[in-house]
């Protein structure tokens, strides 16, 4: 994590690009763009067998950004990410185990949530910055709105199906910090290595802030 980075990290930046990286020589440059485009935070995701490589390869040569590790569905990638060098850690979802294996690495982390005993589980643990996934699927900017007054306490970084137009309604709500977006880095712009379209589209999310 930067040296720079504030308390929250519901308040770095309006938009956490979420981030699937199938070849390892994406990263650096990937990383780069999303800098240069005024989102210095990436939540790279444990989905493909290069995640760690990648994690190690942005820890390493991209040090001004904050580097979040996600998908983190168990202990033992919770102390992996931590110990490649993930600034903080992303589930999708929370148990007590990997609750527990979270807090114990340290680092910030955002845990998963998608329904209103899991929220109170989260806080009663002390946690109270989360995850909010799936956000469309688990009923969108409407149903954070409708936790805001009983879980004041709780805030949020929701993710899953939101697009630059979706995102303001959730920026807008007092329980939500930023919101987590796969639109900045098309799998075709991946592909073709276009760091321009990464860098623009971060440009545009970052003045949804």
């Keep these: 994590m930067s040296e720079s980075t504030p308390a929250s990290i519901l ?10 990286i199938d070849d390892l020589d994406h990263a650096v440059p990937l990383a780069r763009a999303l800098v240069a485009g005024g989102l210095p935070v990436i ?3 444990l989905r493909t067998p290069v995640a760690l490589d990648a994690v190690r390869a942005i820890a390493d040569e991209v040090p001004e950004i904050t580097l979040g590790v996600g998908t983190v569905c168990t202990p033992a990638q919770a ?3 931590a110990v490649a060098g993930a600034g903080f850690l992303v589930s999708p979802g929370t148990t007590p185990a990997l609750l527990e294996a ?4 340290g680092l910030p982390f955002l845990p998963g949530t998608a329904t209103v005993s899991e ?3 989260v806080l009663e643990a002390g946690v109270t910055e989360m995850k909010f996934f799936p956000a469309e699927a688990s009923g969108g900017a409407a149903y954070l709105k409708s936790l805001a007054s009983p879980l004041a306490a709780a805030r949020f970084c929701p993710t899953g199906g939101i697009t630059a137009t979706s995102a303001p309604s959730y920026l807008s709500l007092p329980n939500v910090g930023c919101v987590g ?3 900045l880095t098309p799998p075709d712009a991946l592909a073709a290595g ?3 379209r990464v860098e623009s589209l971060a440009r545009e999310a970052a003045g949804l802030g």
């Design 11 to 20: 308040d770095l930046v309006p938009v956490v690009p979420v981030v699937v």
């Design 43 to 45: 939540e790279l995701t």
């Design 79 to 81: 102390e992996q990410a």
């Design 102 to 105: 979270m807090l114990g690495t």
């Design 119 to 121: 929220v109170l589980a």
């Design 181 to 183: 977006g796969s639109w």
């Design 194 to 196: 276009d760091w321009g």
